[in-house]
Protein backbone atom coordinates (compact mmCIF):
# COMPACT_ATOMS: atom_id res chain seq x y z
CA UNK A 1 0.00 0.00 0.00
CA UNK A 2 1.26 3.81 -0.25
CA UNK A 3 3.00 5.01 2.46
CA UNK A 4 0.73 5.36 5.37
CA UNK A 5 2.49 8.82 6.31
CA UNK A 6 2.55 11.86 4.62
CA UNK A 7 3.92 11.63 0.70
CA UNK A 8 7.86 11.93 0.10
CA UNK A 9 7.33 13.23 -3.30
CA UNK A 10 5.99 16.53 -2.60
CA UNK A 11 3.42 16.29 -4.38
CA UNK A 12 1.53 19.46 -2.60
CA UNK A 13 4.89 22.03 -4.09
CA UNK A 14 4.40 23.85 -7.07
CA UNK A 15 3.69 21.44 -10.07
CA UNK A 16 4.39 20.84 -13.62
CA UNK A 17 0.97 22.23 -14.76
CA UNK A 18 1.61 25.52 -12.81
CA UNK A 19 4.69 26.12 -14.62
CA UNK A 20 2.81 25.15 -17.84
CA UNK A 21 0.47 27.63 -17.07
CA UNK A 22 2.77 30.15 -15.69
CA UNK A 23 4.73 29.87 -18.87
CA UNK A 24 1.24 30.41 -21.02
CA UNK A 25 0.89 33.56 -19.88
CA UNK A 26 4.32 34.93 -20.29
CA UNK A 27 4.11 33.79 -24.01
CA UNK A 28 0.70 35.37 -24.71
CA UNK A 29 2.38 38.59 -23.61
CA UNK A 30 4.49 38.15 -27.13
CA UNK A 31 2.67 35.75 -29.10
CA UNK A 32 -0.77 35.01 -29.43
CA UNK A 33 -2.00 31.43 -28.27
CA UNK A 34 -4.56 29.53 -30.25
CA UNK A 35 -7.96 29.64 -29.06
CA UNK A 36 -8.13 25.66 -28.71
CA UNK A 37 -5.07 25.66 -26.57
CA UNK A 38 -6.24 28.42 -23.96
CA UNK A 39 -9.37 26.49 -23.73
CA UNK A 40 -7.88 23.15 -22.60
CA UNK A 41 -4.90 25.36 -20.41
CA UNK A 42 -7.57 27.33 -18.89
CA UNK A 43 -9.14 24.84 -16.21
CA UNK A 44 -5.64 24.27 -14.87
CA UNK A 45 -5.54 28.30 -13.93
CA UNK A 46 -5.72 27.84 -9.80
CA UNK A 47 -9.39 28.06 -8.70
CA UNK A 48 -11.01 26.47 -11.70
CA UNK A 49 -11.51 23.02 -11.81
CA UNK A 50 -12.32 21.09 -14.61
CA UNK A 51 -15.91 19.64 -14.96
CA UNK A 52 -15.94 15.68 -13.26
CA UNK A 53 -18.84 13.21 -13.65
CA UNK A 54 -19.91 11.97 -10.39
CA UNK A 55 -19.09 7.77 -10.55
CA UNK A 56 -17.88 7.35 -13.75
CA UNK A 57 -14.58 5.04 -14.24
CA UNK A 58 -11.96 4.34 -16.36
CA UNK A 59 -12.76 0.56 -16.75
CA UNK A 60 -15.98 -0.56 -16.92
CA UNK A 61 -15.37 -4.04 -14.89
CA UNK A 62 -14.49 -1.51 -11.72
CA UNK A 63 -17.34 -0.25 -9.12
CA UNK A 64 -16.76 3.34 -8.11
CA UNK A 65 -16.27 4.53 -4.37
CA UNK A 66 -14.03 8.17 -4.32
CA UNK A 67 -10.64 8.22 -2.02
CA UNK A 68 -11.01 11.68 -0.25
CA UNK A 69 -9.29 14.04 -2.42
CA UNK A 70 -6.16 14.76 0.26
CA UNK A 71 -4.78 11.25 -1.64
CA UNK A 72 -4.39 12.18 -4.80
CA UNK A 73 -4.30 15.88 -7.05
CA UNK A 74 -5.88 16.95 -10.20
CA UNK A 75 -4.49 16.38 -13.83
CA UNK A 76 -4.94 15.92 -17.01
CA UNK A 77 -3.00 12.88 -18.09
CA UNK A 78 -2.07 11.69 -20.61
CA UNK A 79 -2.07 15.65 -22.04
CA UNK A 80 -0.29 17.04 -18.81
CA UNK A 81 1.87 13.88 -17.60
CA UNK A 82 2.43 10.61 -19.63
CA UNK A 83 1.53 7.17 -18.48
CA UNK A 84 3.89 4.79 -19.16
CA UNK A 85 3.99 1.95 -16.16
CA UNK A 86 1.45 0.25 -13.88
CA UNK A 87 2.64 -0.28 -10.45
CA UNK A 88 1.40 -3.35 -8.61
CA UNK A 89 1.01 -2.89 -4.51
CA UNK A 90 -0.24 -5.03 -1.90
CA UNK A 91 -2.15 -3.61 1.06
CA UNK A 92 -1.17 -5.25 3.94
CA UNK A 93 -4.97 -5.67 4.87
CA UNK A 94 -7.92 -6.44 4.02
CA UNK A 95 -10.38 -5.00 0.90
CA UNK A 96 -12.13 -3.02 3.68
CA UNK A 97 -9.94 -1.49 5.18
CA UNK A 98 -7.78 -0.27 2.10
CA UNK A 99 -11.34 1.48 0.97
CA UNK A 100 -11.38 3.30 4.35
CA UNK A 101 -7.94 4.04 4.25
CA UNK A 102 -7.78 5.86 1.01
CA UNK A 103 -10.93 7.40 2.39
CA UNK A 104 -9.15 8.77 5.35
CA UNK A 105 -7.94 12.63 4.50
CA UNK A 106 -5.02 11.34 6.87
CA UNK A 107 -3.52 8.77 5.17
CA UNK A 108 -2.01 10.92 2.60
CA UNK A 109 -1.81 8.19 -0.01
CA UNK A 110 -4.15 5.88 -1.97
CA UNK A 111 -3.92 4.24 -5.26
CA UNK A 112 -6.51 4.40 -8.20
CA UNK A 113 -7.75 0.65 -7.93
CA UNK A 114 -8.02 -1.65 -5.62
CA UNK A 115 -8.28 -5.56 -6.29
CA UNK A 116 -9.84 -7.98 -4.10
CA UNK A 117 -9.34 -12.00 -3.80
CA UNK A 118 -13.04 -12.49 -5.35
CA UNK A 119 -11.71 -10.37 -8.52
CA UNK A 120 -13.81 -7.86 -7.59
CA UNK A 121 -12.47 -4.07 -8.67
CA UNK A 122 -13.14 -0.69 -7.05
CA UNK A 123 -11.78 2.23 -8.82
CA UNK A 124 -11.34 5.33 -6.03
CA UNK A 125 -8.92 7.74 -8.08
CA UNK A 126 -9.58 8.53 -11.98
CA UNK A 127 -6.61 7.83 -14.05
CA UNK A 128 -6.52 11.01 -15.17
CA UNK A 129 -5.32 12.52 -11.79
CA UNK A 130 -2.25 11.67 -9.99
CA UNK A 131 -2.46 9.04 -7.33
CA UNK A 132 -0.28 9.39 -4.07
CA UNK A 133 0.44 5.29 -4.07
CA UNK A 134 4.64 5.14 -5.42
CA UNK A 135 6.42 7.35 -2.82
CA UNK A 136 8.14 8.74 -5.85
CA UNK A 137 6.42 12.44 -7.53
CA UNK A 138 7.59 11.02 -10.86
CA UNK A 139 6.79 7.60 -10.94
CA UNK A 140 3.34 8.88 -9.19
CA UNK A 141 2.86 11.25 -12.39
CA UNK A 142 3.55 8.48 -14.60
CA UNK A 143 1.78 5.67 -13.03
CA UNK A 144 -1.68 4.02 -12.62
CA UNK A 145 -1.51 2.15 -8.99
CA UNK A 146 -3.51 -1.36 -8.52
CA UNK A 147 -3.38 -2.22 -4.85
CA UNK A 148 -3.99 -5.92 -4.60
CA UNK A 149 -6.31 -7.04 -0.90
CA UNK A 150 -3.65 -9.18 1.23
CA UNK A 151 -0.80 -9.58 2.61
CA UNK A 152 3.08 -10.02 1.42
CA UNK A 153 3.75 -13.01 3.48
CA UNK A 154 0.73 -14.79 2.56
CA UNK A 155 0.57 -16.51 -1.08
CA UNK A 156 -2.59 -18.28 -0.59
CA UNK A 157 -4.26 -14.13 -0.34
CA UNK A 158 -3.02 -14.16 -4.53
CA UNK A 159 -5.93 -15.60 -5.84
CA UNK A 160 -6.98 -17.09 -9.28
CA UNK A 161 -9.79 -14.56 -9.25
CA UNK A 162 -7.40 -11.87 -7.83
CA UNK A 163 -4.68 -12.78 -10.93
CA UNK A 164 -7.12 -13.03 -13.57
CA UNK A 165 -8.88 -9.70 -12.32
CA UNK A 166 -5.86 -8.00 -12.00
CA UNK A 167 -4.34 -8.89 -15.40
CA UNK A 168 -7.27 -8.01 -17.22
CA UNK A 169 -7.08 -4.21 -15.82
CA UNK A 170 -3.74 -4.00 -16.06
CA UNK A 171 -3.84 -5.25 -19.91
CA UNK A 172 -6.88 -2.98 -20.48
CA UNK A 173 -4.41 0.10 -18.85
CA UNK A 174 -1.68 -0.88 -21.17
CA UNK A 175 -4.15 -0.93 -24.47
CA UNK A 176 -5.94 2.52 -23.39
CA UNK A 177 -1.71 4.49 -22.87
CA UNK A 178 -0.12 1.98 -25.52
CA UNK A 179 2.27 0.96 -22.41
CA UNK A 180 4.67 -2.39 -23.52
CA UNK A 181 3.56 -4.95 -22.04
CA UNK A 182 6.93 -6.05 -19.81
CA UNK A 183 8.38 -5.79 -16.70
CA UNK A 184 10.31 -2.64 -17.22
CA UNK A 185 7.01 -0.97 -17.33
CA UNK A 186 4.26 -2.94 -15.01
CA UNK A 187 6.19 -3.22 -11.99
CA UNK A 188 5.88 -3.86 -8.29
CA UNK A 189 6.44 -1.22 -5.56
CA UNK A 190 9.20 -2.69 -3.88
CA UNK A 191 10.92 -1.45 -7.54
CA UNK A 192 10.10 2.44 -7.11
CA UNK A 193 13.19 3.96 -6.59
CA UNK A 194 13.36 5.40 -2.66
CA UNK A 195 10.62 3.38 -1.64
CA UNK A 196 11.24 1.70 1.99
CA UNK A 197 8.08 -0.82 0.52
CA UNK A 198 8.46 -4.61 -0.03
CA UNK A 199 4.94 -5.14 -1.75
CA UNK A 200 4.03 -6.86 -3.85
CA UNK A 201 6.89 -9.25 -2.22
CA UNK A 202 8.34 -12.60 -3.07
CA UNK A 203 5.11 -14.59 -3.30
CA UNK A 204 3.54 -12.67 -5.62
CA UNK A 205 4.26 -14.64 -8.97
CA UNK A 206 4.90 -12.34 -11.54
CA UNK A 207 6.25 -15.13 -15.00
CA UNK A 208 2.02 -16.02 -14.07
CA UNK A 209 0.77 -12.55 -14.43
CA UNK A 210 2.72 -11.14 -17.13
CA UNK A 211 1.89 -14.32 -18.97
CA UNK A 212 -2.09 -13.81 -17.81
CA UNK A 213 -1.55 -9.93 -18.88
CA UNK A 214 -0.07 -10.80 -22.10
CA UNK A 215 -2.75 -13.23 -23.29
CA UNK A 216 -5.89 -10.54 -22.14
CA UNK A 217 -4.19 -7.64 -24.08
CA UNK A 218 -3.70 -10.07 -26.99
CA UNK A 219 -7.48 -11.01 -26.39
CA UNK A 220 -8.70 -7.67 -26.31
CA UNK A 221 -6.60 -6.68 -29.01
CA UNK A 222 -8.15 -9.40 -31.63
CA UNK A 223 -11.56 -8.66 -30.09
CA UNK A 224 -11.40 -4.99 -31.34
CA UNK A 225 -10.26 -1.56 -30.83
CA UNK A 226 -9.00 -0.41 -27.49
CA UNK A 227 -10.08 2.70 -26.76
CA UNK A 228 -9.12 6.01 -25.64
CA UNK A 229 -8.60 7.23 -22.27
CA UNK A 230 -12.28 8.82 -22.23
CA UNK A 231 -14.30 7.70 -18.82
CA UNK A 232 -16.80 4.56 -19.44
CA UNK A 233 -19.96 4.63 -17.31
CA UNK A 234 -19.52 1.95 -14.59
Not at 3 to 20: F, M, P, Q, T, V
Not at 44 to 67: F, L, S
Not at 133 to 162: C, K, L, Q
Request: hydrophobic share 35%; charged share 30%; aromatic share 8%.
Amino acid sequence: MGARKASADGDRRIGRRALIVGGVAAAAGTAALARDELARLWWRVPGVEKPREQGVVDYAGARWVAASDANWRRADRPDDFGVDMVIVHVTQGSFDSAVQAFQNPEHKAASHYIVGQDGRVTQMIRELDVAYHAGNRDYNERSVGIEHAGFVDRPEDFTDEMYEASARLTARICARYDIPVDRDHVIGHVEVPGTDHTDPGPHWDWDRYMKLVRRARTERARSGPSGSPSATAG
